[in-house]
């Protein structure tokens, strides 16, 4: 009997431990200067203790290698990954392992381009390996503060990010995978509301998107 406890208390710390290891906080977007300057004065002052990086099997070989971030760039130990050159040169708010989106052996990846305006509206960007080169699979309009390492303050920043938990959505993704081929983002819909959008993935392209539920109640209501 007290075996039989044992093995089950071992088993349920061991799942609270996943747990908490799934929702452990990304590292946050630091040690770029963004300030009331112009933003062409803006600079990347990232080091090798703050750039991103993540791991993952990204060409789908079966075996591991770490992206870097850099100003302009992703890159990998992997010689046989060619860069993904970013289209800008402040790095990225962001860098996730989103996993096997399509089934097909390799890891997909999401970021979000650091931009050099005012704007808080900005992309998800989910990428993809193929053939050699990275590809973008799809994009999702957002606000910045909805980056899953933002710290959101004010109310109409927490909402995605208080949706998401509610939900049981992972904190640490942009997005939900359903199965092999089929997923959920969410994104900033046309009525300026947040919904809920799928994406059937097909041969490394995005070969269906739809509107789902709206998510974000009307102000009025």
């Given amino acids: 009997m007290r075996k039989g406890l044992y093995i089950l208390l071992i088993a349920i710390c061991s799942l609270q431990f996943v747990a908490k290891a799934q929702q452990e906080e990304l590292k946050p977007w630091i040690d770029v200067v963004m300030d009331e300057r112009d933003p062409s004065q803006w600079k990347w002052n990232k ?18 290698e770490n992206l870097y971030e850099t100003a302009t760039s992703i890159f990998s130990d992997n010689d046989e990954l060619t860069p993904l050159k970013l289209a800008g040169d402040l790095g990225v708010y962001f860098l996730i392992n989103e996993g096997d989106l399509d089934g097909d052996g390799g890891d997909e990846i999401s970021f979000m381009i650091v931009n050099r305006d005012y704007s808080n509206l900005n992309y998800f ?4 390996y193929k053939d050699t080169k990275w590809k973008e699979l799809f994009s999702v309009f957002v606000h910045e503060y909805d980056c899953p390492n933002y710290k959101a303050t004010r109310p109409e920043e927490k909402f995605t ?18 199965c092999d081929g089929v997923v959920d983002v969410i994104g900033f819909h046309p009525c300026e509301r947040y919904a809920i959008e799928h994406v059937k993935l097909v041969d490394k392209t995005s070969a269906k998107r739809e509107w789902g539920v709206i998510i974000q109640p009307r102000e009025e209501e």
């Fill in 47 to 64: 080091t090798d203790a703050s750039r991103f990086t993540i791991r993952g099997d990204f060409d789908g070989d079966g075996f591991s």
């Fill in 161 to 178: 990010h208080q949706w998401k938990r509610k939900n049981g959505y992972n904190m640490n993704k942009v997005v939900l995978k359903v």
């Fill in 125 to 128: 960007r989910i990428w993809t």
